[in-house]
């Protein structure tokens, strides 16, 4: 749940990506609004690197499906071509031209001095993380599993909760031959967030919509590639119900701060500065902000 996620972090920045952004994309959008936009979609060095891997895997196991096997140096190499094209398109700017098309980094935007060795370090990462997955017994796992067996998922896939609708994108998913059920989802961060936990919980609600999943028979698997190591989240009536009253609260706080909750309408206003600079100081819309930056002034409404 990135949504909730970002909701606790700034009211605001959460305004700027949901709403404010809005229609950016379109030709003749003022250049407030397509300023927006174009910050909503940077990424930052780690979040990109681990998109690669989430890529690579992906890949790796969709060419599995027709039986094309990927070894770990050819899908070390693909991820490191697409490390250094988005780093290029990056660098030289393309995402303002074209943000969905091209990778955008907050370190170009916003011109972070950062030595090479943070870079490579970023490969060694994606490297770390390939290296795990495949010496992971989860991808054993799925590769003996039939691929009849696997579960459908779209790259944005949704289900209706209590009338909204919620975007999720849980990695991957299967059915045993015994019938249970695994929902899968790769992390390239720190190990163990409670976020991770709820998330996959999300994810539960989810399976038990869309593939009519019997929670007793299902479990979530979080898989933390940097380490290797793994959590097993159980997915029965008990853990759904702590994440529907998570999910109600959660739902519920984000549109008491719209303007009209019926069409979605939302005004900056409502949706306060947060005070915590350390959240700005990484913050992909911190120049709508703070056009000084490290600020002199105390925090500022708009
Ligand atoms: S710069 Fe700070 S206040 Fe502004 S949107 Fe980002 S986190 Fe929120």
């Avoid at 196991?61 to 190499?77: C, M, P, S």
């Avoid at 030289?92 to 030595?115: I, M, S, T």
């Avoid at 600079?277 to 490290?294: A, I, K, Y």
Wanted: glycine fraction near 6%.
């Amino acid at each position: 749940m990135s949504r909730d996620r970002a909701f606790a972090e700034c009211r605001r920045a959460y305004y700027f990506h949901y709403y404010g952004s809005w229609e950016g994309w379109k030709p003749a959008a003022p250049a407030s609004v397509r300023e927006l936009y174009v910050l909503k979609n940077l990424g930052n060095r780690f979040t990109f690197a681990g998109r690669v891997v989430h890529e690579t895997i992906a890949d790796v196991l969709n060419r599995h499906r027709y039986g094309r096997e990927i070894g770990l140096e050819e899908a070390k190499q693909a991820a490191l071509d697409s490390l250094r094209r988005g780093f290029r398109e990056s660098r030289e700017g393309l995402y303002r031209n074209d943000p969905k098309r091209n990778v955008g980094l907050f370190e170009h935007e916003y011109a972070v001095d950062l030595p090479d060795e943070d870079w490579v370090r970023m490969r060694d990462r994606v490297d770390r993380c390939l290296d795990n997955f495949y010496a992971s017994e989860i991808r054993s796992v799925i590769l003996e599993t039939r691929v009849e067996n696997w579960l459908p998922i779209d790259a944005l896939d949704t289900f209706t909760f209590e009338g909204t609708k919620v975007y999720v994108a849980p990695d991957f998913a299967l059915k045993t031959p015994q019938g249970n059920a695994i929902v899968i989802d790769w992390k390239t961060g720190r190990p163990g967030t409670e976020e991770d936990r709820k998330q996959i919980v999300c994810y539960g609600l989810f399976a038990r919509d869309k593939w009519e999943v019997d929670p007793k028979r299902a479990i979530g698997e979080l898989h933390y590639l940097q380490t290797g190591e793994s959590r097993v989240v159980t997915l029965d009536e008990a853990a759904l119900k702590e994440g529907v009253s998570h999910m109600r609260e959660s739902i519920r706080s984000m549109k008491e701060l719209l303007t009209d909750p019926a069409l979605n309408r939302a005004e900056p206003e409502r949706f306060p500065l947060t005070e915590d600079r350390t959240v700005c100081e990484t913050c992909r819309f911190r120049r709508v902000c703070w056009s000084d930056w490290p600020p002199h002034d105390s925090v500022r409404e708009r």
